[in-house]
């Protein structure tokens, strides 16, 4: 990824860019928080039912789809950037073409 100019907050106006970036950074704990909790019980579901032998076709991707849930949740750079001042939609990975 190129260096990119970051857009400077006029003087007047860093009370409220101060503000927006606190209510990004609170949204953004929140959400990850939410999506690891959702993954864990993803993981707990997916396991009561691999334990039961008819469950386990369900069980078994569920608990996987549970402990992805939680990487993504825990690791992924997009969810942090997304809310951040200066950025445009070129600079997620999901908007380049790869044709």
Same mark, same amino acid.
Not at 89 to 96: G, H, T
């Given at each position: ?29 929140? !959400? ?8 864990? !019980? ?58």
């Amino acid at each position: 990824m190129a260096e990119k100019d970051v857009k400077k907050v006029p003087w007047f106006l860093w009370p409220f860019a101060a503000v927006w970036e606190l209510l990004a950074f609170i949204l953004n704990i929140t !959400g990850r928080l939410l999506g690891i909790l959702l993954a864990v !019980g993803l993981m707990a579901i997916g396991v009561a039912l691999t334990m039961m032998v008819v469950g386990a076709p369900i069980g078994i991707p569920l608990a996987i789809l549970g402990f992805l849930l939680m990487i993504r949740s825990h690791y992924c750079p997009v969810i942090s950037r997304i809310t951040t001042i200066g950025y445009e939609i070129e600079d997620f990975y999901f908007a380049k073409d790869f044709s």
